[in-house]
């Protein structure tokens, strides 16, 4: 499959993916400093693990920043 | 329609001569009303550049005093402000380049039962604070008030940005559901920040206030901009309204203000 993840097209050699395995395969090492976007759609975080990536999605991930001091 | 002077034609003449601003617009910014939340990184590019657009009145909300630390990005503040409060160090610089605005010092931090009075009185807020129960205080109250605002962040090399209209664009809750976990934050206290980021981030807020005011261009609503300046990649990434949102949505769970807990390491003066 294809997915566009961050604006840039990645081929995977599966059909489907978890989020979860997604963000790992992204190396984002804290997932929890991130929102994941999938079509759109902010994933809740609890469904990470369930919500499959398919061939041409469009993933988001957007990362948390605190600083403004 | 204020009048302007000669003089004030001439302040603000590179306005005057655009299209999307003219003396119309112009009379807007004087007529107009900005909370700046933060004195800091982003708040003080913000404060410089309203002041100088002759944005009519401009409050400042900061509790903190100037440290020596702050002087490599904030650049409002100067070696001589140290111990200053940074509201009173702000204004002074403010009133200096220009003494025709009001400037109100807000020398408070935001909380639940403080934040509706202070941003009620305002048309729009820049939302330019160092931690995220702040920046989620921020977003729900300006939901709940029905106040525009652009909500910043910096970190390291990157900044992102976005503008919410409470009521019909996406709001920083539909991005971001709740503060993440206090120890896995770092603040610029700890992981730094290239001071240069808060002057292009602070610079991108004050552009959307001034575009708010005085109705140029399209604001950056439903979307966020993020900018890495390492390779100087922009991103503006599309955004909508979250039907789930729990602030914004249809059925929305959060019905009063949250005080959340700040994480131990991200207080001190990032």
Known sequence: MEVTVNGEKKRYDCRAMPVDALLADNRVEA????????????????????????????????YFMGGGR | MIDFSEEQLQRYSRHILLADVGVEGQARLAEARVLVVGAGGLGAPVCLYLAAAGVGTIGIVDADCVEISNLQRQICHFTHNIGDAKADSAREKMLAINPEITVNVHYEYLRADNVLGIIGGYDFVVEGTDNFPAKFLVNDACIMAKVPFCHGGILRFRGQAMTVIPGESACYRCVFREPPPPDAVPSCSEAGVLGAIAGMLGSIQAAETLKFITGAGRL????????????MEFRKIPLSCQEDCPVCGEAPEIDSLIDYEQGGCALAGA
């Open chain 2, 220 to 231: 950056l609503t439903d979307a966020l901009l993020t900018f890495d300046a390492k390779d």
């Open chain 1, 31 to 62: 997932p929890e400093m991130v929102s994941v976007q999938l079509n759109g759609r902010i994933i809740d975080r609890q469904r990470y693990r369930d919500t499959l990536v398919v061939d041409r999605d469009e993933v988001e991930f957007l």
